[in-house]
């Protein structure tokens, strides 16, 4: 999730990341977990619902039977869809690069009881092993804050052969018409849609974009196929705790995020 936040603070004694911008989104994750978590834990536990509205994966089915699968999450947060999927059976890995985040990872999974195993490392060079996991997702996670040139072939090397990469995030048109000078989001384009790759507006996180050509380009360099983009909507009558990332009128006549769904053969 965007997070318009201007909170930072450094963890030096972290050694785990290796860009810059990679260490900008930790120092920020670090700082904000704990506001965060008392902010949108409680929509956030309910588990397996993607995005600021909170649609069920029971209604999009984008992930499917998870059960006997090796799963990362990539930008697990607290662990609340990693907790979830080893309900129903996978063997999940949960990675995040925030260890204040993993606190919280750490203890809503003792509290669910459950085994999923958490990771702490930087997304863009993951310390696990070749062709180790049938799916990587993340709802808002390392995908949205990674470099797309290093996030992509570092999925593409731990998938498995059938393997899928499922991932939900602001779009594009989401960053182009928010107003930085103003602090406001608008009904008008206020950036050009090409070369704009990175979006930092020296607060909260810098995040990364590309445009869908390039996205799906991308992909194919890295033997990855896309299945599907599913632009979500809110539904009507709906709430959120994510109440500054885009307004809900906004959202209901513009896709504010999309779910990717990507395989490789
Ligand atoms: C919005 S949270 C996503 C978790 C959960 N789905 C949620 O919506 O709260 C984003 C998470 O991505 C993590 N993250 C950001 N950049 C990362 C990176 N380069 N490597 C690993 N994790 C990263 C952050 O630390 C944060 O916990």
Redesign the pocket.
Known sequence: ?L?RSSSTSSDAATQL?T?V??RR??D???AD?DE??AA?GAQ?ARGKVW?AWGIPETELGMLGNVAGLDVL??????G??AIALEREGARVVA????RA??RHATHNGVAAGTGVRLVC????SVPLRDASFDLVF?????M???DPER?VPEIARLLRAGGRLVFNKATLIYYLCWNAAKRKQTRRLQTPYFDQRVFDFEEG?VDFQLPYGDWIRLFGTHGLVVDDLVELRPPVDTSTTYTDFVPYEWARNWPAEEIWSVRKP
Do not use: I, K, P
């Open positions: 999730m997070v990341v860009s911008h990679e989104n930790r920020f994750w670090d977990a965060y978590q949108h956030l995005g999450e990539y930008g697990c947060g607290a609340d869809w990675l995040d690069q925030s985040q993993l490392a930087a997304g863009e993340c709802d808002h996670g390392a949205s804050f990674c996030s996180t």
